[in-house]
Nanobody, 124 residues
Framework: QVQLVESGGGLVQAGGSLRLSCEAS????????MGWFRQTPGKEREFVVG????????FYADSVKGRFTISRDNAKNTVYLQMNSLKPEDTAVYYC??????????WGQGYDYWGQGTQVTVSS
């Protein structure tokens, strides 16, 4: 079956960096656009960043532009999220998601598969 497994979350001080990974299995990874979303208790899930199937196009939420970078390695079935200059407001559970389309969407229901999430906590 399809699995998306995130890793790399943790506790970091404000201004620090983390790199999240999401390894996919059970699907033809290169056929899927990928996205990262985040959610905090009591709030709706928020689109963070997405990348096209080929990796040639990326899309960022305004709140993370210039600080986060998404990339993918289709040979390793893995998408990455490099997070720099982290802020306390970046604290959330981060989820990766796969969409059977060329380009990612900011609409969560546009994704076919989701990972279990990884906690990112940024202390002030």
């Amino acid at each position: 079956q399809v699995q998306l497994v995130e890793s790399g979350g943790g506790l970091v001080q404000a201004g620090g960096s983390l790199r999240l990974s999401c390894e996919a299995s059970g699907l033809t990874f290169r056929n899927y656009a990928m996205g990262w979303f985040r959610q905090t208790p009591g709030k709706e899930r928020e689109f963070v960043v997405g990348i096209s199937r080929s990796g040639g196009s990326t899309f960022y939420a305004d709140s993370v532009k210039g600080r986060f970078t998404i990339s993918r390695d289709n040979a390793k079935n893995t998408v990455y999220l490099q997070m720099n200059s982290l802020k306390p407001e970046d604290t959330a559970v981060y989820y990766c998601a796969a969409a059977s389309r060329d380009f990612p969407t900011g609409w969560g229901q546009g994704y076919d598969y989701w990972g279990q999430g990884t906690q990112v906590t940024v202390s002030s």
